[in-house]
């Protein structure tokens, strides 16, 4: 889970006999981390939405003139998220859909933020794309994903139900990308996928097949050794209908989409790693770099079926030369030190306006925007022109720009004399039960306080603002560093002692508090490393374990600590890996 200073609260009320729960997100000044690692922009090109490591979505609007701003923070993974894709073709219901690395996937309202659909498979998805077909006077979409499995899942796209899977006969491997090939003169759809070893792979989706419900697999129709090891991704130009163009890490081709066969091949330069491509144009792609760099370069005439030359160099081996760059962007030597690779993905609007954008999101927490132009600048094209930015922005930034800055949960509880920033907290746990709201912070402190005043003095202006020590609190203090997990085990599972409150610090050590008195019941100093979890064990545990509560420590080590006993009943640690046969075992 991500680690930045917001506490939600759920706020309960008794109203005619109905519980009324009231989920109030407060930030404070700093803004949540946002590691991209995901993108989508909507067909309307007025949402870009972005999935991050921590497992959060951010949807992020975007006015014609391409000015940025985050609107919503979405959360229901636990693991990074892995792809994003639209889940509908509608203008008034915009659906999307995302996965995680863990198998959860999720389908959202774009335009309220609604979690409408949860499953998890037993797979990871990497990729996902939207198919819609027609029967009869309806039509109805499905979600083709591909991972870290030797199948294409075709999914429903409004239950999240495995309908059916597009299954190799010849060659069975991981799919690296795919792509949807749609006819506009036949009712036959084409499924075009590299594996992982360079096998081109395709399916014909009829509209027999569409309506499958039953999972019998549907076997490929061709399968091909095109040599593309490492692939990136593939694309079909939807400008000719005529090709593909397929990005590995070392360098990039463009296919004939009937025959499959090689029209051009382009090395990397300058030990580039490429990541992806598209067609922006029937006679111009653009590929992008692992670094953040992206090239505009048009094609040679063997790829452009208007052209006399087309085909002019199937069946010619050699790499082809270097065509000519149109233009470069964020192609600069000094760009941030990040820690992630930035995320490159390009869109085009299908309604007004028609923009040609290409969207870049960093592990910052920054979205990046260029507009694409449709013409050749009028320079040479021995010299590519530098792109410009046309927008940008970082969660931070959005946050700064707020008047009155975000409040933090305690804030008026945690500024030191001389400082403006308040004392972070680093974990919480609300206990409806008390009404309470407890807070652990990164100078070892835990901090109790009722949850309904803390909001009112953080949210509503008034009076109490001023007033000293206000809301009051009582503070709690053992840990000798910052407090990274608390734990009411009451609240889980009624067999636990309703006084008993746990928490966990950086120090590697676990208190036991008596939340009534705030007195430290015990101290486990069991572990070698940071406390991550704490945890209760299911009803269905040993006797023993019954009134005892689970810990995790950073150096991969697991406690079961009993709060009536005072005592450690088990601790489970890795075996060292300093030697080469230990590591083996471990493995």
């Avoid at 490492?230 to 989409?257: E, H, M, N, P």
């Avoid at 330069?269 to 067609?279: I, M, P, R, V, Y």
């Amino acid at each position: 889970m991500s680690r930045f200073d917001d506490r939600t609260l759920r706020l309960r009320e008794n109203m005619s006999g109905n519980s009324l729960v009231l989920p109030i997100v407060l930030w404070s000044h700093n803004a949540p981390t946002h590691c991209i690692s995901s993108l989508l922009v909507m067909d309307d090109l007025a949402t870009i939405i972005s999935g991050c490591h921590d497992g959060q979505i951010c949807i992020w609007d975007l006015t014609p003139d391409l000015e940025i701003n985050p609107r919503a923070l979405l959360f229901g993974h636990t693991t990074s998220i892995t792809c994003l894709s639209k889940a509908s073709a509608s203008s008034d219901k915009q659906y999307m859909v995302s996965a995680s690395e863990s198998g959860e996937m999720c389908l959202w309202d774009v335009n309220d933020g609604r979690c409408i659909e949860f499953t998890k498979l037993a797979c990871a998805h990497t990729g996902i794309q939207f198919y819609q077909f027609t029967i009869g006077t309806q039509r109805e979409g499905r979600l083709l994903c591909n991972g870290h499995y030797p199948e294409i899942l075709v999914v429903d796209a409004t239950s999240l139900e495995v309908l059916y899977s597009l299954v190799s006969k010849i060659s069975p491997d991981w799919i690296s990308s795919m792509s949807i090939i749609r006819s506009h003169r036949t009712q036959e759809d084409t499924v075009v996928a590299v594996s992982v070893t360079g096998i081109l792979k395709v399916w014909i989706i009829t509209a027999e097949v569409s309506r499958m419900q039953d999972m019998d697999p549907v076997f490929e129709e061709e399968s091909k050794p095109i040599y593309c090891q490492g692939c990136q991704s593939i694309s079909f130009c939807t400008f000719t209908q005529l090709s593909l163009l397929v990005v590995c890490s070392k360098y990039w081709r463009v296919f004939d989409a009937g025959d499959f066969s090689l029209l051009c091949s382009v090395p990397s330069e300058n030990d580039q790693a490429w990541t992806g491509g598209e067609f922006i144009a029937a006679d111009k792609v653009i590929i992008w770099t692992e670094d953040g760099c992206s090239y505009i370069y048009k094609l040679p005439a063997s790829c452009l079926p208007a052209s006399e030359h087309f085909r002019s160099d199937v069946g010619k081996t050699a790499e082809g030369s270097i065509p000519p760059l149109v233009y470069s962007i964020a192609d600069r030597a000094d760009k941030q030190l990040l820690i992630c690779p930035p995320v490159t993905r390009f869109f085009y609007g299908r309604r007004e306006p028609f923009h040609k954008l290409l969207v870049q999101g960093d592990s910052a927490g920054r979205l990046t925007l260029w507009s694409i132009p449709d013409t050749s600048p009028l320079q040479p094209l021995s010299s590519a022109a530098e792109l410009q930015v046309s927008s940008t922005i970082s969660l931070q930034e959005a946050f700064d720009k707020l008047t009155p800055l975000p409040a933090g949960i305690i804030d008026q509880l945690s500024v030191l004399p001389g400082s403006e920033d308040p004392i972070k907290v680093t974990a919480s746990v609300y206990i409806p039960s008390q009404g309470r709201l407890v807070c652990g912070r990164e100078d070892g402190s835990i901090i109790l306080v009722p949850a309904t005043q803390t909001a009112i003095v953080q949210l509503l202006q008034g009076e109490h603002m001023l007033r000293r020590g206000w809301p009051p609190h009582r503070t709690l203090r053992g840990h000798r560093n910052k407090v990274t997990c608390l734990l009411y085990p009451h609240q889980v599972s009624p067999r636990y002692d309703q006084r008993s409150l746990v928490s966990g610090g950086v120090d590697f050590s676990v208190i036991v508090w008596d939340i009534f008195t705030g007195e430290m019941k015990h101290i486990f100093c069991v572990h070698g490393g940071e406390i991550t979890q704490l945890l209760v064990p299911p009803e269905t545990a040993a006797h023993e374990s019954s009134t005892a509560c689970g810990s995790v420590a950073s150096d991969h080590s697991v406690g079961l600590l009993s709060l009536r006993e005072r005592k450690c009943i088990m601790l489970a640690s890795p075996p060292p890996l300093s030697h080469p046969g230990h590591q083996m075992a471990s493995v």
